[in-house]
């Protein structure tokens, strides 16, 4: 079964960094589009950003809360996708998500979701 | 802040229909952008329930059905059971500045 598992979740102060992976299992990877969603604490869903396929351009977008902070890159080689997160503020507080995107050719279709990682944003 | 919005809470009873809105705009549902929509367990991460507006995954019952009009999209639950009790929400894309992908506010279903 296909899995996607997040790491790197933890307190950090305001102004401070956090750089978040995600390992992917059973799937191809490399050709997937791979978005990153986030939840506050008692709140709704909030998509952050994405990043394309490489065959696709391997190009990146963001929302606009976050865009100039944080950085999602990928490595195909190692079946993992990052979330550098820089400048951070205490309403990025929330359970990151990865996920897979474009999922089965659907647009925006956010298919596999992994468990998630708590980032707590506090002094 | 979602630029979907959806009734924060819907309830019924074992056995009853119960449907979600998503509220829209013309630069998102409006525009023609499919809605997707995904079901939340407690404590759990979501996972897709219904794409494209109106297509089920394998493995999710037919009493899931989703429907699109407009400006809004619904969900509907026929023969509600104690395990469809869940946060559910809606998500498109929007082609205004704000834009990429948006989701509803979330809709929590409780089981009388």
């Known amino acids: 079964e296909e899995q996607l598992v997040e790491s790197g979740g ?5 102004g401070g960094s956090l750089r978040l992976s995600c390992a992917a299992f059973r799937f191809p990877f490399s050709n997937a589009w791979m978005s990153w969603v986030r939840q506050a604490p008692g709140k709704g869903l909030e998509w952050v ?10 190009t990146t977008d963001y929302a ?27 309403e990025d507080t929330a359970v990151y998500y990865c996920t897979t995107d474009f999922h089965g050719g659907n647009p925006h279709l956010l298919g596999y979701w992994g468990r ?3 980032v707590t944003v506090s002094s | 802040q979602s630029v979907l919005t959806q009734p924060p809470s819907v309830s019924g009873a074992p056995g009853q229909r119960v449907t979600i809105s998503c509220t829209g705009s013309s630069s998102n549902i409006g525009a ?9 367990l407690p404590g759990t991460a979501p996972k897709f329930l ?20 407009g400006t809004s999209a619904s969900l ?16 498109s894309y929007d082609s205004s500045l704000s834009g990429f992908y948006v989701f509803g506010t979330g809709t929590k279903v409780t089981v009388l």
Request: aromatic share 12%; hydrophobic share 25%.
């Open chain 2, 76 to 91: 509907a639950i026929t023969g509600l059971q104690a395990e469809d009790e869940a946060d559910y929400y809606c998500q």
């Open chain 2, 50 to 69: 219904i794409y494209r507006n109106s297509n089920r995954p394998s493995g999710v019952p037919d009493r899931f059905s989703g429907s699109k009009s």
């Open chain 1, 49 to 58: 950003g994405h990043i394309k396929s490489k065959s696709d351009g391997g």
């Open chain 1, 116 to 118: 998630g990682t708590l």
């Open chain 1, 10 to 14: 933890g307190l950090v102060k305001p």
């Open chain 2, 32 to 40: 023609g952008y499919d809605v997707h929509w995904y079901q939340q």
């Open chain 1, 64 to 90: 606009a809360p976050v865009k100039g902070r944080f950085t999602i890159s990928r490595d195909d080689s190692k079946y993992t996708l990052f979330l550098q997160m820089n400048s951070l503020k205490a």
